[in-house]
């Protein structure tokens, strides 16, 4: 009886140790990315302050010639890209709603810049108004109905998503392989959807459309990090850097890499310092903090996200961070009313899957467990499959003691290891 009890002692040490000795493979160098974190110039910003230095002398010269203010406000939309700033972003609204105005909303053109505008902001119910406005007026539709379905999708209409998606086919289209691929994605079929991006690629690669090959190479890099595929991910995001060095976006994907495959904090840290100071935004500081987290550093883990939330009030972002203070605020018992106050925001906003996970998640948190299990029912199983989503699904199963429902989202979940991240991780090894 003796040697039955040693054996699964046995067993757990060599598990133990092939964990130690069987480190994830290095893929990241910093040779090929080290010429990227300080680079001192950024062409498109010169550009875009050149053109708004031009544009707006005119304007002053002849205050009547109002079709200045949408190249001042395309501009404006350059600089939000490339710094971050919330109030650039918001200086192209004001612009594009001047130009409406002065032409009664009558150019679809604009119309539609609006509307993607109100996108970046979280503003779907307004980008839809205006999409619908745009299709009323019937110029250039396609391009129309792809707005449609970018926030159809955003507002969790499906239905009316695929149908404009099936409007705009065309298998040699740039545009509508790219939503083809968000519509795989959102099915839970990653594999499919890779094949469309790397389609969509091809063509900008054929057209040497600069713009959309950094599109496509960096949601590549994405897609290929969500499907495990960590190597032609990191490729991707190089790629990406080569076409053009100031894609911060592309930067933070290796910091990722860095810090949830290879697990060096320092390096991950070294990348996102650099990083935010070309591109501050609120988000790099929720990724220090859940670097601090997995480190066991409590005080830098508070401090970044103190400084998260300070940044967020000193900025009006308006619902453009409502997920994250959600999940924050869910998880301390103290402040998970405030969580559920948010969650009902976001799914006014945005009633998708993913707004009512928050909402369930919020309510677990909250000690009502059959209310949550009752949301997460409805409007969450079957119809989001992010993976951040299915721990929530789990958690909640396993408040209900519906056990063996959690089992195999666990299994399924500990193969989105890499896409979940290390702090996440431990979570699931406790399901």
Same mark, same amino acid.
Request: proline share 3%; net charge positive.
């Given at each position: 009886?003796?040697?039955?009890?040693?054996?699964p002692?046995?067993?757990?040490f060599?598990?133990?140790?092939?964990?130690?000795?069987?480190?994830?493979?290095?893929?990241t160098?910093?040779?090929?990315?080290?010429?990227?974190?300080n680079?001192?110039?950024?062409?498109?910003?010169?550009?875009?302050?050149?053109?708004?230095?031009?544009w707006?002398?005119?304007?002053?010269a002849?205050?009547?010639?109002?079709?200045?203010?949408?190249?001042?406000?395309?501009?404006?939309?350059?600089?939000?890209?490339?710094?971050?700033?919330?109030?650039?972003?918001?200086?192209?609204?004001?612009?594009?709603?001047?130009?409406?105005?002065a032409?009664?909303?009558?150019?679809?053109?604009?119309?539609?810049?609006?509307?993607?505008?109100?996108?970046?902001?979280?503003?779907?119910?307004?980008?839809?108004?205006?999409?619908?406005?745009?299709?009323?007026?019937?110029?250039?539709?396609?391009?129309?109905?792809?707005?449609l379905?970018?926030?159809?999708?955003?507002?969790?209409?499906?239905?009316?998503?695929?149908?404009?998606?099936?409007?705009?086919?065309?298998?040699?289209?740039?545009?509508?392989?790219?939503?083809?691929?968000?519509?795989?994605d959102?099915?839970?079929?990653?594999?499919?959807?890779?094949?469309?991006?790397?389609?969509?690629?091809?063509?900008?690669?054929?057209d040497?459309?600069?713009?959309?090959?950094i599109?496509?190479?960096?949601?590549?890099?994405?897609?290929?990090?969500?499907?495990?595929r960590?190597?032609?991910?990191?490729?991707?995001?190089?790629?990406?850097?080569?076409?053009?060095?100031?894609?911060?976006?592309?930067?933070?994907?290796?910091a990722?890499?860095?810090?949830?495959?290879?697990?060096?904090?320092?390096?991950?840290?070294?990348i996102?310092?650099?990083?935010?100071?070309?591109?501050?935004?609120?988000?790099?500081?929720?990724?220090?903090?859940?670097?601090?987290?997995?480190?066991?550093?409590?005080?830098?883990?508070?401090?970044?996200?103190?400084?998260?939330?300070?940044?967020l #009030?000193?900025?009006?972002?308006? &619902? +453009?961070?409502? !997920?994250? %203070?959600?999940? *924050?605020?869910?998880?301390?018992?103290?402040?998970?009313?405030?969580?559920?106050?948010?969650?009902?925001?976001e799914?006014?906003?945005?009633?998708?899957?993913?707004?009512?996970?928050?909402?369930?998640?919020?309510?677990?948190?909250?000690?009502?467990k059959?209310?949550?299990?009752?949301?997460?029912?409805?409007?969450?199983?079957?119809?989001?499959?992010?993976? #951040?989503?299915?721990?929530?699904? &789990? +958690?909640i199963? !396993?408040? %209900?003691?519906? *056990?063996?429902?959690?089992?195999?989202?666990?299994?399924?979940?500990?193969?989105?290891?890499?896409?979940?991240?290390?702090?996440?991780?431990?979570?699931?090894?406790?399901?």
């Open positions: 009886m003796k040697n039955l009890k040693i054996l002692l046995l067993a757990f060599v598990l133990c140790l092939s964990s130690c000795t069987n480190k994830p493979p290095q893929i160098n910093t040779l090929d990315y080290e010429k990227y974190l680079i001192k110039d950024n062409k498109s910003i010169d550009f875009a302050n050149r053109e708004i230095n031009f707006q002398t005119k304007i002053d002849a205050p009547n010639q109002k079709m200045y203010l949408g190249m001042l406000a395309s501009n404006y939309g350059t600089l939000f890209q490339y710094t971050g700033n919330i109030k650039d972003l918001y200086k192209s609204e004001e612009l594009l709603t001047q130009y409406n105005e032409y009664k909303y009558s150019r679809v053109s604009t119309i539609r810049s609006l509307a993607r505008n109100y996108i970046s902001q979280h503003r779907f119910k307004e980008a839809l108004n205006l999409a619908n406005k745009a299709l009323a007026i019937g110029e250039a539709r396609k391009e129309t109905q792809k707005l379905f970018d926030v159809q999708m955003e507002v969790g209409n499906y239905p009316e998503a695929l149908k404009n998606l099936n409007a705009i086919r065309d298998m040699n289209d740039y545009d509508y392989l790219i939503r083809l691929a968000k519509w795989n959102h099915k839970g079929d990653l594999k499919t959807a890779i094949t469309f991006m790397e389609k969509a690629r091809d063509i900008a690669i054929e040497d459309d600069k713009t959309l090959k599109w496509s190479y960096s949601n590549l890099g994405d897609f290929y990090g969500h499907a495990g960590i190597q032609e991910s990191y490729d991707s995001y190089l790629k990406t850097l080569e076409i053009d060095p100031n894609y911060s976006y592309a930067l933070k994907g290796i990722w890499i860095v810090f949830s495959h290879e697990r060096n904090t320092t390096e991950a840290n070294r996102i310092t650099a990083i935010a100071k070309k591109h501050d935004t609120p988000d790099f500081y929720l990724l220090k903090s859940q670097i601090a987290q997995f480190s066991g550093d409590k005080s830098k883990e508070v401090a970044n996200r103190n400084a998260y939330f300070s940044m #009030k000193k900025y009006n972002y308006g &619902a +453009m961070y409502n !997920k994250y %203070n959600v999940l *924050i605020y869910a998880d301390d018992k103290t402040t998970a009313s405030k969580a559920l106050e948010i969650a009902k925001v799914i006014d906003h945005r009633p998708t899957p993913d707004s009512y996970d928050l909402l369930a998640w919020s309510y677990l948190n909250l000690g009502q059959k209310k949550a299990l009752e949301i997460a029912q409805k409007y969450v199983v079957g119809k989001s499959f992010e993976p #951040k989503v299915q721990y929530h699904l &789990a +958690m199963y !396993k408040s %209900n003691n519906i *056990i063996e429902k959690v089992k195999p989202i666990k299994e399924e979940l500990l193969g989105s290891a890499y896409e979940l991240g290390p702090t996440l991780e431990k979570k699931v090894m406790q399901l």
